[in-house]
Nanobody, 120 residues
Framework: QVQLVESGGGLVQAGGSLRLSCVASVSNFRFNTMGWYRQAPGKQRELVATITSSGSTNYANSVKGRFTLSRDNAKNTVSLQMNSLKPEDTAVYYC??????????????WGQGTQVTVSS
């Protein structure tokens, strides 16, 4: 059974930093991409950042230049360094592992979520 376990959320003042980590119960190579999504109250879940098995990253425009995603395949972890946090970054952050298939369908694995709250 695949499990993704997040840690590192919390309360921080605007301008501060947090680091989120996600440990997978299987090898990172099991996933085509890994990354983080977030969901604020009353809003849809949105992409924050993803990284492929080869290390290519993709960031939401709203976090570019502030967040950095990294992947340690030896430790089966993916980490999100969040700097210059803003109140609008407040959300539940979810770790994601995605597999793509030949018919362009995909399957997502999700962590349980970790709360990030940024006070103004």
């Amino acid at each position: 059974q695949v499990q993704l376990v997040e840690s590192g959320g919390g309360l921080v003042q605007a301008g501060g930093s947090l680091r989120l980590s996600c440990v997978a119960s299987v090898s990172n190579f099991r996933f085509n991409t890994m990354g983080w999504y977030r969901q604020a109250p009353g809003k849809q879940r949105e992409l924050v950042a993803t990284i492929t098995s080869s290390g290519s990253t993709n960031y939401a425009n709203s976090v570019k230049g502030r967040f950095t995603l990294s992947r340690d395949n030896a430790k089966n972890t993916v980490s999100l360094q969040m700097n210059s946090l803003k109140p609008e970054d407040t959300a539940v952050y979810y770790c994601n592992g995605r597999n793509w298939y030949e018919d362009n369908s995909w399957y997502d694995y999700w962590g349980q979520g970790t709360q990030v709250t940024v006070s103004s």
